[in-house]
């Protein structure tokens, strides 16, 4: 990496020691400006216009990701806090398992950072129409979402069951003891 803004070594050292997300929610460092880091609608991660080849850094990096009230995304150390653009979702859902059936099925779904999530009251599947496609996300933590890659997000249609919600058919599926809405038919 270049050296451009805040001492990049500095952040580095700072999170090696982290396994897995960082407790970014309860850090209050001060706001450093900005870092050329952009994640991509498909999920990769660039800097400096150059795509991160290392998936061992951008899990570092996604480790300390987080949503502002204000919509922006940062990333956040217990001393210094920077700003990024994100295109759509940092994290995209690439693979899903599912485990049981009904009200008793648990999905569970791999990012694109290696990380697990398994949808349920705290991890809300929900779609939304975008440019008239449906655009499905799934929450990961703290006002993190991760866009569900369309193959992903056929599987989840062919696990779905038919209901009905006011006067429409409706597609719904169930994950952790939750229902969650996928769609008119």
Known sequence: MDKTGPDQQSILNSLASVRGPAPVHLWNPPYCGEIDIRIARDGRWFHNGSLIQRPRLVQLFSSVLRREEDGSYCLVTPAEKLGIQVEDCPFVAQLLQSVGDGETRTLTFTLNTGEHVSSGPENA?????????????????RGLHALIARNVFYELVELAGLGTKGNASTLFIWSGGTQFELGKV
Do not use: K, M, N, Y
């Not at 599947?125 to 933590?141: G, K, M, N, Q, S």
């Open 125 to 141: 599947i929900r779609v939304e129409t975008v440019d008239a496609e449906p655009h499905p996300v799934l929450h990961v933590r």
